[in-house]
């Protein structure tokens, strides 16, 4: 059975922590409420370019579609861009979006398929690691800017786009977490490159007759990697809105079980301190007895 002396450092150690659990949820708080502004801000530009994706490609077919929507005429060869956070103590949030890559590349390797992985953040890389070691493309590090955004999506945009033209891969799958609340995180599987044709041109006014100046190819040779990148950008936002709402809900979560702790510590400390004190006055009684 513990001592007194130890119960009462257990009690003083578990408050301290206790206290760095609920700072640390207070600034989870504070900025998953910038974080979440930004990730839905960036949707709807994501939306719109999606339609206007969809206008161009239903008028660009055969040779004269660029490489990126075009692809390279084989799906041998696949790329998962993992998208992790770079901090911990967020609950099983990176855990998820491992779990979720690692099925999907399962899957692709049951068809036959050649997979490699380019991992984004430092906590996927550990545990990915331990199954899929020669399999582990390249790292990217966003762990030395203070808040990943455009120019590090664009950094991995250009990265992955002169891959794609160098032939490594034919098909490269993004996975990344979707916030939808503090209490819920998605991890999701989109395909990055080449770019998916969006279905039925949503958003671009219907059937309307269209002219584009210059060509389409023209423009599609813009857009197209620029549409990569926003997709990569989204998911830099996604992921730091996601990881500060589950942040917040872990540390909320330890705050509680530690206020538990601390009772129920509390409870056996003054258990055993009336029992020494009882014990201590049974021993003066029949000492007194004895004289």
């Known amino acids: 059975m513990a001592s007194l002396k130890e119960l009462k450092g257990r009690i003083n150690s578990v408050k301290s922590t206790q206290k760095i659990t609920k700072a ?3 600034v989870a708080a504070a900025k998953l409420r910038r974080a979440q502004a930004a990730a839905e801000a960036a949707r709807p530009y994501a939306e719109r370019l999606s339609g206007v994706m969809a206008s161009l490609a239903s008028k660009v077919s055969g040779d004269s579609a660029p490489k990126l929507l075009a692809g390279t005429g084989s799906d041998k060869r696949h790329l998962l861009v993992v998208v992790n956070t770079d901090k911990g103590l967020c ?16 899957a692709l390797i049951a068809e036959g398929k050649d997979v490699r992985f380019y991992l984004v953040g ?24 203070r808040q990943p955004g455009f120019e590090e999506a664009e950094a991995i945009a250009d990265d992955l786009i002169t891959r794609f033209e160098k032939g490594e891969f034919d098909v490269a799958h993004l996975v990344y977490p979707i ?31 269209v002219e584009y100046e210059p060509g389409e190819e023209e423009i599609l ?3 197209l990697p620029r549409y990569v990148k926003t997709q990569l950008f989204g998911a830099l936002l996604e992921r730091e809105a ?8 872990a540390m909320d979560n330890a705050t509680r079980n530690a206020g538990d702790l601390i009772q129920k510590l509390t409870i056996q400390y003054n258990r055993s301190r009336q029992a020494a004190i009882t014990t201590e006055l049974i021993e003066i009684i029949a000492g007194a007895e004895a004289l």
């Open 91 to 106: 609950g099983g949030l990176n855990s998820n979006i491992v779990k979720a890559a690692k099925a999907k590349a399962k």
């Open 24 to 26: 640390k949820q207070m």
């Open 242 to 249: 996601s990881e500060q709402g589950a942040s917040m809900t």
């Open 122 to 145: 430092k906590k996927g890389r550990a545990p990915i690691k331990r199954d899929y070691a020669e399999r582990i493309e390249k790292w990217f590090d966003t762990s030395d800017v």
């Open 179 to 209: 916030f939808q609340s503090a209490l819920a995180q998605d991890p999701t599987v989109d395909q990055l490159i080449p770019v998916p044709s969006p279905e039925g041109g949503a958003g671009t006014g219907g059937d309307a007759v």
């Open 221 to 223: 040779e813009e857009l």
